[in-house]
């Protein structure tokens, strides 16, 4: 049931809402041409991904 807005601590609120973070991205070297680029991803730089050319560049 709802309860009235005055009637509750603004702390409550504020407490509950503690967790809302953000947190960074997964930031690594790629193995191949040493950019930064995002865990799991194809490198945006050179087009590997595990080894391999997934993309190809120009």
Known sequence: M?????????????????????????IVNCPQCHEVKLSHRVCPNCG????REAVPTK
């Not at 009637?7 to 973070?21: D, L, P, Q, Y």
């Not at 590997?48 to 080894?51: E, L, P, T, V």
Request: net charge positive.
């Open 2 to 26: 709802p309860v009235p807005k005055r009637r509750v601590a603004k702390a409550r609120g504020r407490k509950r809402r503690a967790h809302w973070k953000l947190t960074l991205p997964g």
């Open 48 to 51: 590997f991904y595990k080894g």
